[in-house]
């Protein structure tokens, strides 16, 4: 193995600078590279960053490589910036893995946690427009029907704007 370690952090960025409250779609990874005696890495590199279900093992759920020029060992690459995501990526707990050239992957892989723009998600603030809701165990196969038995929209907005810590 060339390198022996990276150091990383990760955080969920808006592209460009939109100024439409869009969606993030890349994740900023930024880290160091140093060889095995602890010297800064330098020159091109081929980065593959991948996300998995497991700390260790398993299949990749996403893979993306990109080729990555270092600054005495320092690198920022956009996630998601050559491969999008899949939609259902982030569904549950998800690790990162990173490999360098032709080296194995670095381990032990990285848990990927919330930043502060994922946290303001569990807040609904503006329009929504979902396919179907489910309030209480009722469904409704679009936003404007509703079931016989379930109370008016304007009542079932107070109900859920109580039950909201």
């Not at 593959?48 to 005495?72: H, K, P």
Request: avoid cysteine.
């Amino acid at each position: 193995m060339r390198f022996r370690n990276l150091f990383m952090s990760a955080a969920l960025m808006a592209m460009g600078g939109q100024a439409d409250a869009a969606i993030p779609t890349t994740i900023t990874e930024q880290g160091r590279l140093l060889n095995m005696d602890g010297t800064s890495a330098t020159g091109t590199i081929n980065m593959t960053s991948s996300v998995y279900a497991n700390a260790a093992g398993g299949t990749a759920l996403w893979t993306e490589t990109q080729s990555v020029t270092l600054d005495d060992g320092y690198f920022t690459v956009q996630l998601g910036s050559m491969a999008a995501f899949p939609v259902s990526l982030w569904d549950g707990t998800r690790y990162i893995g990173v490999q360098i050239d032709k080296d194995s992957e670095m381990m032990p892989r990285a848990a990927i946690s919330s930043v502060p723009y994922a946290l303001v998600a569990n807040e609904v603030s503006g329009d929504i427009h979902p396919r179907s809701v489910t309030v209480n165990g009722v469904r409704s196969s679009s936003p404007t029907a509703r079931s016989p038995s379930a109370p008016a929209p304007a009542a079932l907005w107070v109900r859920l704007a109580r039950s909201v810590p």
